[in-house]
Protein backbone atom coordinates (compact mmCIF):
# COMPACT_ATOMS: atom_id res chain seq x y z
CA UNK A 1 0.00 0.00 0.00
CA UNK A 2 1.32 3.58 -1.05
CA UNK A 3 1.18 6.61 1.62
CA UNK A 4 -1.99 8.08 1.52
CA UNK A 5 -1.48 11.83 0.32
CA UNK A 6 -3.61 14.17 2.58
CA UNK A 7 -5.37 14.85 -0.90
CA UNK A 8 -6.70 11.54 -0.74
CA UNK A 9 -7.71 12.25 2.83
CA UNK A 10 -9.31 14.95 1.86
CA UNK A 11 -7.27 17.19 4.72
CA UNK A 12 -6.92 20.07 1.92
CA UNK A 13 -10.59 20.27 0.65
CA UNK A 14 -11.38 20.12 4.53
CA UNK A 15 -9.27 23.32 5.42
CA UNK A 16 -10.44 24.80 3.04
CA UNK A 17 -13.90 24.63 3.56
CA UNK A 18 -13.04 24.96 7.21
CA UNK A 19 -11.22 28.39 6.51
CA UNK A 20 -13.39 30.65 9.33
CA UNK A 21 -14.55 29.00 12.64
CA UNK A 22 -17.52 31.64 12.49
CA UNK A 23 -18.26 32.06 8.96
CA UNK A 24 -21.51 33.84 9.27
CA UNK A 25 -19.79 36.05 12.28
CA UNK A 26 -16.47 36.75 10.14
CA UNK A 27 -17.95 37.30 6.56
CA UNK A 28 -20.87 39.49 7.15
CA UNK A 29 -21.46 42.03 5.11
CA UNK A 30 -20.38 45.46 6.14
CA UNK A 31 -23.83 47.32 6.34
CA UNK A 32 -24.69 44.14 8.06
CA UNK A 33 -22.01 44.52 10.74
CA UNK A 34 -22.48 48.16 10.85
CA UNK A 35 -26.48 47.44 11.52
CA UNK A 36 -25.38 45.10 14.27
CA UNK A 37 -22.63 47.40 15.80
CA UNK A 38 -25.11 50.04 15.98
CA UNK A 39 -27.49 48.16 18.63
CA UNK A 40 -24.71 47.50 20.56
CA UNK A 41 -23.38 50.33 20.82
CA UNK A 42 -26.98 51.38 22.40
CA UNK A 43 -26.94 48.55 24.44
CA UNK A 44 -23.72 49.26 25.59
CA UNK A 45 -23.57 53.34 26.63
CA UNK A 46 -27.13 52.16 28.23
CA UNK A 47 -24.93 49.77 30.57
CA UNK A 48 -22.20 52.44 31.03
CA UNK A 49 -24.70 55.52 31.55
CA UNK A 50 -27.03 53.47 34.30
CA UNK A 51 -24.25 51.60 36.11
CA UNK A 52 -21.19 53.64 36.13
CA UNK A 53 -21.40 57.05 37.99
CA UNK A 54 -18.09 58.10 35.65
CA UNK A 55 -19.44 57.45 32.47
CA UNK A 56 -22.94 58.99 33.36
CA UNK A 57 -21.34 62.22 34.51
CA UNK A 58 -19.63 62.54 31.12
CA UNK A 59 -22.36 61.42 29.37
CA UNK A 60 -24.03 64.15 30.85
CA UNK A 61 -21.76 67.11 30.54
CA UNK A 62 -21.34 65.65 26.78
CA UNK A 63 -25.11 65.42 26.48
CA UNK A 64 -25.35 62.46 25.20
CA UNK A 65 -28.06 59.92 26.44
CA UNK A 66 -27.86 56.31 25.37
CA UNK A 67 -31.46 56.71 23.23
CA UNK A 68 -29.73 59.47 20.77
CA UNK A 69 -27.32 57.64 19.21
CA UNK A 70 -29.24 57.66 15.73
CA UNK A 71 -25.88 56.49 13.69
CA UNK A 72 -22.40 54.92 13.96
CA UNK A 73 -21.62 58.82 13.34
CA UNK A 74 -22.91 59.93 17.04
CA UNK A 75 -19.87 57.83 18.07
CA UNK A 76 -17.91 61.02 17.59
CA UNK A 77 -20.10 62.82 20.18
CA UNK A 78 -19.24 59.86 23.16
CA UNK A 79 -16.33 60.84 25.83
CA UNK A 80 -12.76 59.29 25.69
CA UNK A 81 -11.95 56.89 28.47
CA UNK A 82 -8.40 56.57 29.78
CA UNK A 83 -6.29 54.40 31.46
CA UNK A 84 -6.20 56.05 34.34
CA UNK A 85 -9.74 56.33 34.46
CA UNK A 86 -9.22 52.68 35.96
CA UNK A 87 -6.62 53.82 38.43
CA UNK A 88 -8.36 56.82 39.69
CA UNK A 89 -10.89 54.49 40.25
CA UNK A 90 -9.08 51.77 41.85
CA UNK A 91 -10.33 49.00 42.11
CA UNK A 92 -13.57 48.19 40.82
CA UNK A 93 -14.94 51.94 40.39
CA UNK A 94 -15.70 52.01 36.12
CA UNK A 95 -17.28 48.02 36.62
CA UNK A 96 -20.92 48.31 35.43
CA UNK A 97 -21.37 45.02 38.07
CA UNK A 98 -21.26 44.61 41.22
CA UNK A 99 -18.06 42.51 42.62
CA UNK A 100 -20.03 39.56 43.38
CA UNK A 101 -22.01 38.97 39.72
CA UNK A 102 -18.22 38.83 38.63
CA UNK A 103 -16.89 35.64 37.29
CA UNK A 104 -12.38 36.58 37.03
CA UNK A 105 -10.62 39.79 37.51
CA UNK A 106 -7.98 40.66 36.11
CA UNK A 107 -4.61 43.11 36.72
CA UNK A 108 -2.07 44.53 35.33
CA UNK A 109 1.15 46.11 37.55
CA UNK A 110 1.81 49.45 36.58
CA UNK A 111 5.17 50.97 37.02
CA UNK A 112 3.81 53.52 39.80
CA UNK A 113 1.01 53.10 42.18
CA UNK A 114 -2.33 51.23 41.24
CA UNK A 115 -2.33 48.35 39.31
CA UNK A 116 -5.26 48.69 36.44
CA UNK A 117 -7.96 46.01 37.70
CA UNK A 118 -9.84 44.74 35.03
CA UNK A 119 -13.04 41.81 35.39
CA UNK A 120 -15.65 39.89 33.78
CA UNK A 121 -18.35 38.58 34.10
CA UNK A 122 -19.26 34.59 32.84
CA UNK A 123 -20.70 35.96 29.88
CA UNK A 124 -17.44 38.16 29.01
CA UNK A 125 -15.37 35.04 29.70
CA UNK A 126 -17.44 33.10 26.94
CA UNK A 127 -16.98 35.85 24.35
CA UNK A 128 -13.31 36.43 25.02
CA UNK A 129 -12.85 32.73 24.84
CA UNK A 130 -14.93 32.52 21.51
CA UNK A 131 -12.91 35.18 20.07
CA UNK A 132 -9.34 34.25 21.40
CA UNK A 133 -10.81 30.83 19.53
CA UNK A 134 -11.57 32.53 16.40
CA UNK A 135 -8.22 34.61 16.49
CA UNK A 136 -6.40 31.02 17.04
CA UNK A 137 -8.37 29.81 13.76
CA UNK A 138 -7.55 32.82 11.77
CA UNK A 139 -3.58 32.29 12.32
CA UNK A 140 -4.10 28.39 11.27
CA UNK A 141 -4.80 26.61 14.37
CA UNK A 142 -6.83 23.71 14.34
CA UNK A 143 -8.64 20.86 16.38
CA UNK A 144 -6.90 18.57 17.61
CA UNK A 145 -3.63 20.97 17.39
CA UNK A 146 -1.33 20.71 20.75
CA UNK A 147 -0.68 24.54 21.63
CA UNK A 148 2.22 25.22 23.92
CA UNK A 149 0.92 28.29 25.89
CA UNK A 150 4.29 29.99 27.14
CA UNK A 151 2.91 33.82 27.80
CA UNK A 152 2.38 34.04 31.52
CA UNK A 153 -0.43 32.84 33.81
CA UNK A 154 -1.84 34.64 36.59
CA UNK A 155 -2.69 38.04 36.64
CA UNK A 156 -1.37 39.05 33.06
CA UNK A 157 -4.89 38.24 30.86
CA UNK A 158 -2.17 36.19 28.33
CA UNK A 159 -1.72 33.02 29.60
CA UNK A 160 -5.59 32.11 30.54
CA UNK A 161 -6.91 34.57 27.49
CA UNK A 162 -4.77 32.02 25.07
CA UNK A 163 -5.56 28.63 27.38
CA UNK A 164 -9.55 29.56 27.15
CA UNK A 165 -9.46 30.31 23.27
CA UNK A 166 -7.39 27.50 22.79
CA UNK A 167 -9.59 24.60 24.44
CA UNK A 168 -12.79 26.32 22.86
CA UNK A 169 -11.00 26.05 19.97
CA UNK A 170 -10.64 22.05 20.62
CA UNK A 171 -7.06 22.23 20.93
CA UNK A 172 -4.83 20.64 23.17
CA UNK A 173 -3.10 23.16 25.59
CA UNK A 174 0.05 22.80 27.10
CA UNK A 175 -0.07 24.88 30.09
CA UNK A 176 3.91 26.01 30.02
CA UNK A 177 3.45 29.57 31.32
CA UNK A 178 6.63 31.84 31.36
CA UNK A 179 10.15 30.79 32.43
CA UNK A 180 12.47 27.79 32.80
CA UNK A 181 13.00 27.86 29.27
CA UNK A 182 14.94 24.60 28.79
CA UNK A 183 11.75 22.71 30.35
CA UNK A 184 9.76 24.59 27.65
CA UNK A 185 11.61 23.21 24.85
CA UNK A 186 12.02 19.56 26.15
CA UNK A 187 7.97 19.57 25.99
CA UNK A 188 7.65 21.28 22.75
CA UNK A 189 9.78 18.64 21.40
CA UNK A 190 8.14 15.86 22.88
CA UNK A 191 4.90 16.74 22.96
CA UNK A 192 5.17 17.61 19.04
CA UNK A 193 3.68 20.99 19.71
CA UNK A 194 2.52 22.85 16.32
CA UNK A 195 1.25 26.18 18.02
CA UNK A 196 3.28 28.24 19.76
CA UNK A 197 1.80 30.95 21.85
CA UNK A 198 4.36 33.85 23.71
CA UNK A 199 5.46 37.08 23.51
CA UNK A 200 8.37 37.97 20.51
CA UNK A 201 11.01 38.60 22.48
CA UNK A 202 10.19 35.24 24.74
CA UNK A 203 9.71 33.25 21.77
CA UNK A 204 13.56 34.85 20.52
CA UNK A 205 14.87 33.65 24.34
CA UNK A 206 13.41 30.16 23.56
CA UNK A 207 15.14 29.76 19.83
CA UNK A 208 18.31 31.38 21.73
CA UNK A 209 18.55 28.51 24.24
CA UNK A 210 17.46 25.69 22.14
CA UNK A 211 20.30 26.90 19.45
CA UNK A 212 22.74 26.65 22.79
CA UNK A 213 21.77 23.02 23.70
CA UNK A 214 21.76 22.19 20.46
CA UNK A 215 18.37 21.47 19.22
CA UNK A 216 17.22 22.45 16.14
CA UNK A 217 13.60 23.86 16.78
CA UNK A 218 13.24 24.59 12.65
CA UNK A 219 13.16 20.89 12.21
CA UNK A 220 10.62 20.28 15.62
CA UNK A 221 6.24 19.88 14.88
CA UNK A 222 5.97 24.04 15.37
CA UNK A 223 4.67 25.40 12.55
CA UNK A 224 2.68 28.45 13.90
CA UNK A 225 3.31 31.00 16.49
CA UNK A 226 0.95 33.52 17.65
CA UNK A 227 2.95 36.21 18.94
CA UNK A 228 1.71 39.76 20.84
CA UNK A 229 1.40 41.40 24.29
CA UNK A 230 4.54 43.73 22.67
CA UNK A 231 4.81 45.64 19.63
CA UNK A 232 7.41 44.15 17.58
CA UNK A 233 8.63 44.58 13.58
CA UNK A 234 8.89 42.73 10.60
CA UNK A 235 12.57 42.55 10.86
CA UNK A 236 11.83 40.46 14.42
CA UNK A 237 9.06 38.53 12.53
CA UNK A 238 12.09 37.98 10.08
CA UNK A 239 14.20 36.50 12.99
CA UNK A 240 12.02 34.35 15.01
CA UNK A 241 10.62 32.96 11.69
CA UNK A 242 14.11 31.73 10.20
CA UNK A 243 15.18 30.57 13.75
CA UNK A 244 12.10 28.51 14.91
CA UNK A 245 11.09 27.59 11.56
CA UNK A 246 7.71 28.18 12.03
CA UNK A 247 5.04 30.69 10.42
CA UNK A 248 4.96 33.77 12.84
CA UNK A 249 1.24 35.32 13.02
CA UNK A 250 0.71 38.71 15.18
CA UNK A 251 -2.01 39.10 17.63
CA UNK A 252 -3.56 41.81 19.61
CA UNK A 253 -5.75 42.52 22.81
CA UNK A 254 -5.59 44.64 25.87
CA UNK A 255 -6.62 44.09 29.32
CA UNK A 256 -8.73 46.99 29.46
CA UNK A 257 -10.48 46.01 26.72
CA UNK A 258 -10.75 42.04 26.79
CA UNK A 259 -7.13 40.29 26.56
CA UNK A 260 -5.66 38.81 23.69
CA UNK A 261 -7.86 37.82 20.66
CA UNK A 262 -9.54 41.66 19.83
CA UNK A 263 -7.48 41.41 16.61
CA UNK A 264 -5.54 39.13 14.45
CA UNK A 265 -3.40 38.18 11.18
CA UNK A 266 -5.04 36.00 9.07
CA UNK A 267 -3.02 33.72 6.26
CA UNK A 268 -2.55 37.01 4.36
CA UNK A 269 -0.80 38.63 7.18
CA UNK A 270 -1.35 42.39 6.09
CA UNK A 271 -2.95 43.60 8.48
CA UNK A 272 -5.21 42.32 11.71
CA UNK A 273 -8.37 41.92 11.24
CA UNK A 274 -9.87 43.40 14.16
CA UNK A 275 -13.36 41.75 15.63
CA UNK A 276 -16.09 44.32 14.81
CA UNK A 277 -19.36 42.39 16.09
CA UNK A 278 -17.58 42.98 19.51
CA UNK A 279 -15.46 46.01 19.27
CA UNK A 280 -15.88 49.58 17.46
CA UNK A 281 -12.29 50.94 16.10
CA UNK A 282 -11.55 54.34 15.29
CA UNK A 283 -8.37 56.00 14.80
CA UNK A 284 -7.77 59.81 16.12
CA UNK A 285 -5.22 62.64 16.19
CA UNK A 286 -3.67 62.20 19.66
CA UNK A 287 -3.24 65.74 20.40
CA UNK A 288 -6.16 67.18 19.03
CA UNK A 289 -8.32 64.34 19.89
CA UNK A 290 -10.29 64.66 16.40
CA UNK A 291 -11.25 61.55 14.53
CA UNK A 292 -8.95 60.53 11.53
CA UNK A 293 -9.70 59.36 8.28
CA UNK A 294 -9.86 56.19 7.35
CA UNK A 295 -5.98 55.16 6.18
CA UNK A 296 -3.99 58.12 8.37
CA UNK A 297 -1.81 56.88 10.85
CA UNK A 298 -3.14 57.89 14.46
CA UNK A 299 -4.10 56.45 17.78
CA UNK A 300 -6.14 53.37 18.07
CA UNK A 301 -9.69 53.72 19.82
CA UNK A 302 -11.48 50.93 20.94
CA UNK A 303 -15.39 50.79 22.45
CA UNK A 304 -16.74 47.48 23.51
CA UNK A 305 -19.68 46.31 21.65
CA UNK A 306 -20.49 43.16 24.15
CA UNK A 307 -18.65 43.65 27.28
CA UNK A 308 -21.03 43.12 30.68
CA UNK A 309 -18.96 43.94 33.42
CA UNK A 310 -16.22 46.64 32.16
CA UNK A 311 -18.20 48.20 29.12
CA UNK A 312 -15.19 50.74 28.10
CA UNK A 313 -16.40 53.82 25.66
CA UNK A 314 -13.98 55.24 23.39
CA UNK A 315 -10.84 53.71 25.31
CA UNK A 316 -7.67 55.55 23.53
CA UNK A 317 -4.99 52.67 23.76
CA UNK A 318 -2.36 54.88 23.37
CA UNK A 319 -0.89 52.16 20.06
CA UNK A 320 0.04 54.00 16.97
CA UNK A 321 -1.48 52.50 13.43
CA UNK A 322 -3.98 52.75 10.62
CA UNK A 323 -6.83 51.13 9.73
CA UNK A 324 -8.74 49.77 6.76
CA UNK A 325 -11.74 48.19 5.60
CA UNK A 326 -10.49 47.09 1.81
CA UNK A 327 -11.89 43.47 1.18
CA UNK A 328 -8.68 41.06 2.26
CA UNK A 329 -7.95 37.97 0.42
CA UNK A 330 -9.17 35.95 3.12
CA UNK A 331 -12.82 36.89 2.56
CA UNK A 332 -13.28 38.14 6.10
CA UNK A 333 -14.61 41.17 5.98
CA UNK A 334 -13.57 42.71 9.28
CA UNK A 335 -11.29 45.99 9.20
CA UNK A 336 -8.03 45.54 9.81
CA UNK A 337 -5.73 46.92 11.79
CA UNK A 338 -1.94 47.45 10.44
CA UNK A 339 0.88 45.73 12.37
CA UNK A 340 1.22 48.52 15.78
CA UNK A 341 4.80 49.38 15.53
CA UNK A 342 4.58 51.44 18.08
CA UNK A 343 3.08 52.88 21.47
CA UNK A 344 2.57 56.47 22.03
CA UNK A 345 4.31 56.24 25.22
CA UNK A 346 7.18 54.23 24.05
CA UNK A 347 7.63 57.22 21.65
CA UNK A 348 10.94 59.03 22.40
CA UNK A 349 11.55 62.41 21.78
CA UNK A 350 15.71 62.72 21.06
CA UNK A 351 16.38 66.36 20.36
CA UNK A 352 13.18 66.70 18.06
CA UNK A 353 12.89 63.64 16.52
CA UNK A 354 9.90 61.12 17.38
CA UNK A 355 11.35 57.60 17.41
CA UNK A 356 10.12 54.67 18.26
CA UNK A 357 12.24 51.77 19.73
CA UNK A 358 10.79 49.32 16.91
CA UNK A 359 12.43 51.42 14.29
CA UNK A 360 15.70 51.27 15.60
CA UNK A 361 14.71 47.33 16.54
CA UNK A 362 14.57 47.07 12.82
CA UNK A 363 17.87 48.75 12.19
CA UNK A 364 19.72 46.55 14.75
CA UNK A 365 17.91 43.08 13.51
CA UNK A 366 19.44 43.77 9.56
CA UNK A 367 22.95 44.13 11.09
CA UNK A 368 25.56 41.57 10.95
CA UNK A 369 27.25 40.32 14.09
CA UNK A 370 24.79 41.99 16.17
CA UNK A 371 22.05 39.62 17.91
CA UNK A 372 18.44 40.06 18.43
CA UNK A 373 18.64 41.65 22.23
CA UNK A 374 18.74 45.09 22.80
CA UNK A 375 17.98 47.72 25.38
CA UNK A 376 18.05 51.56 24.92
CA UNK A 377 18.75 54.21 27.57
CA UNK A 378 17.51 57.23 27.42
CA UNK A 379 19.59 60.11 30.08
CA UNK A 380 19.18 64.22 30.03
CA UNK A 381 22.22 65.53 29.52
CA UNK A 382 21.77 69.20 30.37
CA UNK A 383 18.92 70.33 28.00
CA UNK A 384 19.35 67.26 25.49
CA UNK A 385 17.85 63.86 25.38
CA UNK A 386 20.65 61.48 24.55
CA UNK A 387 20.36 57.87 23.87
CA UNK A 388 22.25 54.90 24.65
CA UNK A 389 22.11 51.79 22.59
CA UNK A 390 23.25 48.40 24.68
CA UNK A 391 23.28 45.34 21.82
CA UNK A 392 24.97 42.40 21.76
CA UNK A 393 27.71 40.43 19.94
CA UNK A 394 26.29 37.23 17.86
CA UNK A 395 28.52 34.52 20.01
CA UNK A 396 31.54 33.65 17.86
CA UNK A 397 32.41 37.49 17.38
CA UNK A 398 36.07 38.93 18.91
CA UNK A 399 35.55 40.99 21.37
CA UNK A 400 38.15 43.52 20.12
CA UNK A 401 35.76 43.76 17.20
CA UNK A 402 33.22 45.46 19.52
CA UNK A 403 34.09 49.27 19.26
CA UNK A 404 34.46 48.69 15.00
CA UNK A 405 30.69 47.19 15.13
CA UNK A 406 29.42 49.83 17.61
CA UNK A 407 30.83 52.60 15.26
CA UNK A 408 29.14 50.93 12.30
CA UNK A 409 25.71 50.25 13.85
CA UNK A 410 25.74 54.17 15.39
CA UNK A 411 26.74 55.36 12.08
CA UNK A 412 23.92 53.19 10.50
CA UNK A 413 21.08 54.46 12.48
CA UNK A 414 22.67 58.19 11.61
CA UNK A 415 21.90 57.43 8.27
CA UNK A 416 18.60 55.21 8.54
CA UNK A 417 16.68 57.22 11.59
CA UNK A 418 19.05 60.42 11.69
CA UNK A 419 19.56 60.45 15.52
CA UNK A 420 22.99 60.02 16.98
CA UNK A 421 23.57 57.62 19.56
CA UNK A 422 26.00 56.04 21.50
CA UNK A 423 26.29 52.43 20.66
CA UNK A 424 27.56 50.27 23.27
CA UNK A 425 28.19 46.30 22.00
CA UNK A 426 28.59 43.67 24.96
CA UNK A 427 29.53 40.00 25.10
CA UNK A 428 26.43 37.51 24.30
CA UNK A 429 24.28 36.90 27.28
CA UNK A 430 24.64 39.92 28.80
CA UNK A 431 21.03 42.17 27.66
CA UNK A 432 18.74 40.37 30.40
CA UNK A 433 16.10 37.96 28.53
CA UNK A 434 12.19 38.59 29.47
CA UNK A 435 10.25 35.80 29.89
CA UNK A 436 7.23 38.09 29.27
CA UNK A 437 6.75 41.61 27.74
CA UNK A 438 10.49 42.61 27.23
CA UNK A 439 11.79 46.14 28.96
CA UNK A 440 13.10 47.38 25.87
CA UNK A 441 13.92 51.10 27.44
CA UNK A 442 14.74 52.55 30.74
CA UNK A 443 14.23 56.20 30.60
CA UNK A 444 16.60 57.52 33.31
CA UNK A 445 15.35 61.23 32.35
CA UNK A 446 14.21 62.99 35.44
CA UNK A 447 10.49 62.94 35.87
CA UNK A 448 8.49 66.17 35.24
CA UNK A 449 6.91 67.93 37.91
ZN1 LIG B 1 -7.75 38.44 5.97
Request: charged share 25%; with cysteine; proline share 6%.
Amino acid sequence: MGAITKAEIGIGAASRANRYLDPAAETMPRDQLAALQLARLRDTVRNAYDHVPTHRARLDAARVRPDDLQSLADLRRLPFTVKSDLRDHYPFGMFARPCHELARLHASSGTTGKPTVVGYTRQDIDTWADLMARSLHCAGARQGDVVHNAYGYGLFTGGLGAHYGAERLGAVVVPMSGGSTERQIALIMDFRARVLCATPSYALAIAEVAEAQGVDLRASSLEIGLFGAEPWSQAMRGEIEDRLGLKAVDIYGLSEIMGPGVACECECRNGLHGWEDHFLFEVIDPDSGHALPEGEAGELVITTLTKQALPMLRYRTRDITRLTSAPCDCGRTHQRILRITGRNDDMLIIRGVNVYPSQIEAVLIGRPSIAPHYQLVVQRQGSLDQVSIEVEAQPGVPGESFEAIAHDVAHYIKSMIGISTDVLVQAPGTIPRSQGKAVRVRDLRPKGP
